[in-house]
């Protein structure tokens, strides 16, 4: 009441009336009241806040679709795409070694008629490399060479086991290949015998008379050239044979 009574004072002691001073001082508290505040409860706030967030989403929502901007102002940029890694290029010559390397086992093992790898595991990957870097990309062609041509390597042995990519890779197997181990062993010749010197057949001449003469045996006497003389001589060999004397 202090504020009001304040209020028409100073209006009176500007000039207006009193009576009319007081009426305008209880239309401004009456109106002032009516648009005052009211004090919402705590579920009417938390009905409040949920119309306007779903609000808020509607209108982002409609904002999406619409691609066209309204007349005066400026399009929203699109967002930046997130950066894609991008694939390390291929090393220089087209493959890698262990490609290189692989594609001669498969190259040779084909021919050969031993198994193809269909699928080169990251383990044999790595057994492959570890066969390059300590023999180099020549000797890995010539063991697969010396394996596509070994009998034993393409199943010619007791069990017909054949040898295929993992065998190449284990490094007693892969220098025992460019070692030799498992090449073909060349065919023995059947050799003639070997033709006797003049004293061996004079020993055996002598024999066959000596036979003859003691036990009576005619056996060799269909031979016209069985004939020795048991006289005595010397029959040492000299390299040359003894004379037969006759």
């Given at each position: 009441m202090s504020e009001i009574r304040a209020l028409i004072e100073q209006l009176v002691a500007a000039g207006v009336?009193?009576?009319?001073a007081a009426e305008i001082v209880t239309r401004a508290a009456l109106h002032g009241a009516a648009n005052a505040p009211k004090q919402r409860?705590?579920?009417?706030?938390?009905?409040?806040?949920?119309?306007?967030?779903?609000?808020?989403?509607?209108?982002?929502?409609?904002?999406?679709?619409?691609?066209?901007?309204?007349?005066?102002?400026?399009?929203?940029?699109?967002?930046?795409?997130?950066?894609?890694?991008?694939?390390?290029?291929?090393?220089?010559?087209?493959?890698?070694?262990?490609?290189?390397?692989?594609?001669?086992f498969s190259d040779q093992a084909s021919k050969a008629g031993l198994p193809v790898p269909r699928k080169v595991t990251a383990d044999r990957r790595r057994k492959v490399e570890a066969r390059i870097r300590e023999h180099g990309e020549e000797l890995w062609?010539?063991?697969?060479?010396?394996?596509?041509?070994?009998?034993f390597c393409r199943g010619e042995n007791d069990r017909g086991?054949?040898?295929?990519?993992?065998?190449?890779?284990?490094?007693?197997?892969?220098?025992?290949?460019?070692?030799?181990?498992?090449?073909?062993?060349?065919?023995?010749?059947?050799?003639?015998?070997?033709?006797?010197?003049?004293?061996?057949?004079?020993q055996e001449a002598?024999?066959?008379?000596?036979?003859?003469?003691?036990?009576?045996?005619?056996?060799?006497?269909?031979r016209p050239d069985n004939v020795v003389d048991l006289a005595a001589t010397d029959y040492r060999y000299s390299g040359t044979p003894s004379p037969v004397r006759r």
């Open positions: 009336d009193p009576i009319e409860s705590a579920g009417a706030i938390r009905q409040e806040r949920y119309r306007r967030n779903k609000a808020s989403q509607v209108t982002e929502s409609d904002a999406g679709d619409d691609l066209s901007s309204p007349e005066g102002s400026s399009p929203t940029p699109p967002s930046p795409k997130p950066l894609q890694s991008i694939p390390p290029s291929p090393p220089k010559g087209g493959s890698s070694p262990t490609d290189r390397a692989i594609e001669v062609a010539e063991a697969c060479r010396r394996m596509a041509n070994s009998a086991w054949r040898a295929d990519l993992d065998f190449l890779c284990q490094p007693k197997s892969f220098n025992g290949l460019i070692e030799g181990k498992y090449d073909d062993r060349p065919h023995r010749q059947s050799q003639a015998p070997p033709q006797k010197t003049a004293f061996q057949l004079h002598f024999a066959k008379e000596l036979d003859k003469t003691i036990n009576g045996n005619d056996r060799y006497d269909d």
